[in-house]
């Protein structure tokens, strides 16, 4: 079955260490997307890559970084540099041109200790 | 820039009845898109429906349908016959149709609890 896989499904970060969270599609689309959402609260776009080997900042992307070296994986870093990372982060991918629908993976929760 | 406003944190609905979850919106685009997704409390995102504002008629996905508004610019999800497995967070997204990355921008969420 074709579909986003997350991993893993809780991540525990200590002070000063940077993370890095999977997401992986075989849906064979071209973009990808990282989401942030805190509690009770819509999603807010991180990073996105439309094409392999690019990629464009969202409204938060500080303390972040993504690479995008096969176009099944946009794995995503957080940085020590982000202060409240403490989140759930959702990635999609989308490639049905027109009108572009995301479709989401089940998502990392980041705790932090 | 573009935004995305739910004006009702919280809704109870009768099992079996329907239930109208508000959006609207606002941008100065000509061309867009308006989805809805619910999230139940797993937290993955599902995707119910879409609108593209070029479509003249409104949008059916089984028991969603979008009540689509272009000159009021909102968006409503109506869900009929509620079912116990309606009881979720709802999203209202929108997203610039052919402009770089297709980001979405999401409303803050409605909460269904659907009563038997």
């Known amino acids: 079955d074709g579909g986003i896989t997350q991993s893993p499904k809780y991540l525990f970060r200590k002070e000063g260490q940077n993370v890095t969270l999977s997401c992986e599609q075989n849906?064979?689309?071209?973009?990808m997307y990282w989401y942030r959402q805190d509690p009770g609260q819509g999603l807010r776009l991180i990073y996105y890559?439309?094409?392999?080997?690019?990629?464009q900042k969202g409204d938060i992307a500080e303390g972040y970084s993504v690479s995008r070296e096969k176009k099944e994986s946009f794995p995503l870093t957080v940085t020590s540099a982000q202060k409240n990372p403490t989140a759930f982060y959702l990635c999609?991918?989308?490639?049905?041109?027109?009108?572009?629908?995301?479709?989401f993976g089940p998502g990392t929760r980041l705790l932090v200790l | 820039a573009q935004k995305i406003t739910q004006t009702q944190p919280g809704m109870f609905v009768q099992e079996k009845e329907a239930v109208t979850l508000d959006c609207t919106y606002d941008?100065?685009?000509?061309?867009?898109?308006l989805f809805w997704y619910k999230q139940p409390s797993s937290g993955e995102m599902i995707f119910l429906i879409y609108?593209?504002?070029?479509?003249?008629q409104n949008a059916t996905e089984g028991r969603y349908s979008l009540n689509f508004q272009k000159a009021r610019k909102s968006a409503n999800l109506v869900i009929s016959a509620s079912q116990l497995g309606d009881s979720a967070m709802y999203f209202c997204?929108?997203?610039?149709?052919?402009?770089?990355?297709?980001?979405?921008?999401f409303g803050g969420g409605t909460r269904v609890l659907v009563k038997p």
């Open positions: 890559s439309q094409i392999v080997n690019d990629f």
């Open positions: 849906l064979n689309h071209d973009a």
């Open positions: 997204a929108m997203s610039q149709i052919k402009a770089a990355g297709n980001k979405l921008t």
């Open positions: 609108q593209g504002s070029y479509d003249e």
């Open positions: 941008t100065s685009d000509q061309s867009y898109g």
């Open positions: 999609a991918s989308s490639g049905d041109r027109g009108r572009e629908t995301q479709y």
